[in-house]
């Protein structure tokens, strides 16, 4: 047995006598969409070792490991969640036992949490003649494995099952979530229908080493060189899409980062993206540090077909926050000519003594090119060199706590060089400590937004119960 010794029922979970829930006492981060969890199960060190562990898991997976299966089998999606997961469990142990190898008593602590949500869409042309509903059933779990050898693991799971007019209407759409833009492939759909499909990918699989001031991770991972809130030009890694509310914990990216720290502020990183060609590789580095009272940094680096160099700064004039962000991209094939660009953005903040919270951001999107669809490459993830729709964009925000339960937002968006308005109103209402309800609209206005698209108006309505 792989227990030291008998656990006691009211401690525990009544599923399993391993695991623990705890309550949090966190409080909400600004952001209506970044709502807190509670802490997560834990698996205590005290009752959890290395030996019985493995033992464990090797049982879970003796029973496929005699699996002789055909062509045909071998591309079912439930063949390739096994192969992940075994692949997984099986780098874990590898990693551990280099660490460990002469230490079955080595002791582990592991967290597992997450959250399950469901979300509802309505969206309605101008004259509100058309409607469409799409739903989207979204469940996500996360692990964090913690050894006391500065070892470290991360393996995070979600799972959508979606239905609604999307699903029956947009061609493609199960080859679009059978692709996985990382190194590894690590997306399948589970099934698909006329009506539904669902679909599933690990986002986040990593193990790091920690050692005094250096860090080293390695996997599936999220790398924020980010500044500011909406465009970041400095985010060469994971740029996000600030209209995809609904994805809090951002895409992670298949690297290898070695950081090492000489002061809370100060730092050094290399980080390198893997791809299948050149083309698809990200090889930069950034050095981080305080000037007075501002953080800076400047990156550069191998940016697909570019050479990138920039710098980013956060601080404060007088009481208002001021940060902002600049790159600059030139082509790697044409070294000597004069055809790079210049992405910049730069923003402000500010916390009135009542608690309202405004925000502002401006952006000069240099690499601005016009292609694919407006709606697409708004709810997509951009690139470092081409943030936004337009040549210009402009964001504004303002947050307020009405009560302790209950915050509302009221943001716009838009551009100075094409019709491009956006309306994001939200309320989110805090229903218990683990269950929040969120009110949202995206209305989009503007020639270049109802020339292409039927159903401009957006309504969303989400329950999210954490554990």
Not at 184 to 199: I, N, R
Not at 275 to 292: N, Q
Request: net charge negative.
């Amino acid at each position: 047995m792989f227990l030291r010794k008998p656990l006691k029922t009211p401690d525990h979970c009544k599923w399993s006598s391993l695991y623990n829930f705890r309550k949090s006492n966190l409080q909400r981060p600004p952001f209506l969409w970044e709502s807190p969890r509670p802490e997560k199960c834990r698996i205590s060190d005290d009752h959890f070792t290395w030996f019985g562990f493995a033992k464990l898991t090797l049982t879970f997976l003796e029973p496929f490991g005699s699996l002789t299966l055909s062509p045909k089998a071998e591309r079912d999606p439930s063949y390739k969640l096994y192969m992940t997961f075994r692949t997984g469990f099986l780098c874990l142990f590898l990693l551990v036992g280099m660490q460990n190898a002469s230490a079955q008593n080595q002791k582990l602590d592991v967290n597992i949490g997450g959250y399950l949500k469901e979300l509802g869409q309505v969206s309605l042309n101008n004259n509100f003649s058309t409607i469409h509903y799409d739903n989207v059933l979204h469940h996500r779990i996360e692990s964090n494995w913690k050894l006391r050898n500065h070892w470290e693991f991360e393996a995070d799971l979600r799972t959508r099952l979606l239905s609604g007019y999307s699903v029956e209407h947009q061609p493609g759409i199960k080859q679009m979530f059978e692709q996985d833009p990382n190194y590894l492939d690590m997306a399948w759909v589970c099934f698909d229908t006329k009506y539904s499909l669902m679909h599933s990918n690990i986002d986040r699989l990593y193990a790091s080493y920690y050692n005094g001031p250096w860090e080293i991770t390695l996997g599936r991972q999220r790398i924020n060189w980010s500044r500011t809130f909406v465009w970041s030009p400095n985010d060469l890694f994971n740029n996000f899409a600030y209209l995809d509310f609904d994805y809090e914990e951002r895409p992670g990216t298949d690297a290898l980062n070695l950081q090492y720290s000489w002061s809370y502020a100060s730092s050094m990183q290399l980080t390198t993206q893997f791809g299948h060609h050149w083309d698809e590789t990200v090889i930069a580095g950034m050095l981080r540090s305080s000037l007075g009272s501002y953080d800076i940094q400047f990156i550069g680096g191998h940016y697909h077909k570019d050479i990138s160099v920039g710098a980013g700064w956060a601080g404060y004039l007088g009481d208002a926050g001021f940060k902002g962000e600049i790159s600059y991209f030139h082509p790697e094939n044409n070294f000597f000519d004069l055809v790079g660009h210049i992405t910049f953005t730069t923003g402000f903040d500010y916390m009135f003594s009542d608690g309202l919270y405004l925000q502002s951001e401006l952006l000069y999107n240099g690499g601005y090119q016009n292609n694919g669809t407006p709606l697409a490459n708004l709810v997509q993830p951009p690139t470092a060199d081409n943030l936004f729709i337009a040549k210009s964009g402009y964001f504004l925000n303002g947050s307020y706590q009405f009560t302790p339960l209950i915050s509302g937002q009221l943001g716009l968006m838009g551009s100075f060089d094409r019709s491009i308005i956006i309306f994001i109103p939200q309320i989110s209402i805090s229903v218990t400590e683990n269950v929040d309800f969120l009110l949202l609209s995206q209305l989009l206005k503007g020639s270049t937004l109802n020339r292409t698209i039927d159903t401009p108006n957006a309504f969303f309505f989400r329950l999210k119960w954490s554990y």
